[in-house]
């Protein structure tokens, strides 16, 4: 079975749930149209998966290596990326004077998804791009925009992030990563990062690194902390390509998952280096695309998600054992209530996570124009990286359970996604720390911007009672309750908020995923396959909210009342 990119649902949810009609009537969009979107999104779909998707799997079994010091990619991806360059797909984001397509985050949002869901390895590289591309848009000089933006949209040249260190992974301000002015303008840079996705490759002409370093004069913490483009290759003057920089791949780390992806160990040895952005603001940068990144991490989690769920249904319906309860001759463990329910809460969630994402990427590229918006998609961000991803983690361990036996062999591919997906509740700053942030920073506001999502949930629900009145008070009290839920947050101390941050997390996610699907229950007029599956999630899945919102509220102490002795008994 063969993934198949869902380009009807993204069309659905942008038309119909999460009112993608305001980005395209905005100013900032105003020479994209809705068919331009869906010819977008149609293109994207067939490039995902007649192209991209044949190759997860030889990304798993064939990973990338390093041999010589250059690391040889696994096979096929090479000419896929291509394609993906030479589709313009890399400069999505990027503005059209420097060659981008000037799309809205939105349908950027949807488009990654799809090449997730193909292949999380491979699409890990055009992704790393676009973070760059963004950063260097806001932050570097002219000289460096014009040298490296359009050969960054072209593929020729590819982009990393050089973030994390031994010792100083989530604490970045601890780096260790040394930067010297030199005569010329430039920085001499010396350090060794880890953690580095796709830090070489054996296709592109140039690998331009970002990387994070303090100057001699730079402050302890993230405050002293300086960016600078740090080049596999210098280039000349004219653009060409020079002599070799001083930095090489050390390692590649042997990894849980996502085998196609190499993820190396870079060590900078006085590698020259030129400033983007101010000095010491290097934080400062990164932040203004870490919205972005936070988004495209939330939906390789759905991406993997939908791919499980494909599979795991296309099995369960050929797989035949037992009697169907429902009668059926030779009908697959589908007819079977507990596998029923498994691919239902699949499938759920996984609309829940990709309408939390276009949801949030809608509000953001509204942002742009309203900052109210823009505080409704900030607010969003947490949420849409850390449930999507935990989803994509769940739903592809229970993909694992639907296959059974055969799931937990490497053959039939299940336990694959299960292990790709375990990475993204860890990247772009861990679950839990995006909980965190939720609970303490986008609560500064009182719970503005929080209130103002769940009054617009309530008033829909107040009108959804005329056709579907049991599912629209459910979807209604869950608001109510959640609201009772921000207040009781916000009146707790900050380590208190943070014990309960994770269940508060999910439990906002949980009730977001009600309105949602109460919104495509009423399109559908109350009878059809949303309409049966929204009856399913507000049923079965909804009520978690009320135990999640427990759990948030009880602070701290009963936590720090277990010892590191105790939990060592």
């Known amino acids: 079975m063969t993934y198949r990119a869902p380009v ?55 990973p990338a290596k390093l041999v010589d010091g250059v690391v040889n990619t696994s096979p096929g991806f090479a000419d896929a990326l291509g394609q993906v360059a030479e589709g313009g797909w890399v400069g999505m984001l990027a503005d059209p004077e420097n060659g981008g397509m000037g799309l809205p985050l939105t349908v950027a949002t949807a488009v990654n998804e799809m090449m997730s869901g193909a292949c999380l390895s491979l699409s890990l590289q055009p992704l790393m791009t676009q973070g760059q591309i963004e950063a260097l848009e806001h932050h570097a000089s002219d000289a460096i925009k014009a040298l490296y933006i359009p050969k960054l949209i072209s593929g020729e040249w590819t982009g990393t992030m050089n973030l994390t260190e031994s010792g100083a992974g989530s604490d970045v301000g601890a780096l260790r990563t040394k930067a010297e002015r030199n005569d010329d303008g430039s920085y001499a840079i010396s350090g060794q990062k880890i953690f580095i996705t796709w830090g070489d490759n054996d296709f592109s002409e140039n690998v331009c690194h970002l990387v994070l370093a303090r100057l001699p004069d730079g402050v302890p913490g993230t405050k002293g902390i300086s960016l600078f483009m740090v080049p596999k290759i210098l280039p000349n003057e004219d653009g060409s390509l020079g002599e070799a920089n001083s930095l090489k791949v050390v390692s590649l780390e042997h990894k849980l998952g996502i085998h196609g992806s190499p993820t190396c160990v870079m060590e900078y040895e006085g590698a020259k280096g030129w400033l983007v952005g101010e000095e010491h603001q290097g934080m400062k940068c990164m932040f203004t695309m870490m919205n972005n990144a936070r988004l495209g991490v939330g939906v390789q989690g759905v991406g993997i998600a939908e791919a499980a769920t494909q599979k795991a249904l296309a099995y369960s319906q050929d797989r035949v054992q037992g009697k169907s309860p429902l009668g059926r001759e030779d009908a697959g463990i589908v007819d079977h209530a507990d596998v029923r329910r498994m691919l239902a809460t699949m499938r759920a969630d996984t609309y829940v996570a990709r309408a939390i994402a276009l949801a949030c990427g809608v509000a953001l590229d509204l942002g742009r124009d309203d900052k109210d918006c823009l505080a409704r998609g900030n607010f969003l961000i947490p949420i849409a990286k850390a449930f999507s991803t935990d989803i994509g983690h769940e739903v592809a361990q229970t993909g694992v359970q639907v296959h059974g036996g055969m799931g937990y062999i490497e053959e039939t591919g299940a336990a694959q996604y299960a292990r790709d997906a375990r990475i993204t509740s860890i990247y772009e700053g861990t679950n839990g720390i995006q909980a965190m942030d939720l609970v303490g920073r986008k609560l500064m506001d009182g719970g503005e911007a929080a209130f103002a999502i769940l009054d617009e949930i309530e008033a829909f629900a107040e009108e959804a009672r005329a056709t579907l009145p049991n599912r629209a008070k459910a979807v209604w009290n869950a608001a109510e309750t959640l609201r009772e839920g921000v207040e009781a947050m916000l009146a707790l101390e900050m380590n208190d908020r943070f014990a309960g941050a994770v269940p508060f997390l999910r439990a906002f996610a949980r009730v977001l995923g009600g309105y949602y699907h109460l919104k495509a229950a009423i399109f559908e007029g109350g009878d059809g396959p949303r309409s049966r599956l929204a009856a399913f999630y507000i049923n079965r899945m909804l009520p978690e909210h009320t135990a999640l919102l427990a759990q948030a509220r009880l602070g701290a102490d009963d936590i720090y009342a277990l010892s590191p002795e105790d939990l060592s008994a």
Not at 32 to 54: C, F, M
């Open 8 to 62: 009807s649902d993204y069309q659905f949810i942008l038309d119909h749930i999460v009112n993608f009609a305001a980005v395209l009537e905005s100013d900032s969009f105003a020479e994209v149209d809705a068919d331009t979107v869906s010819a977008i999104l149609e293109e994207a779909g067939k490039l995902s998966s007649d192209v991209i998707a044949p190759l997860d799997r030889g990304g798993d079994l064939s």
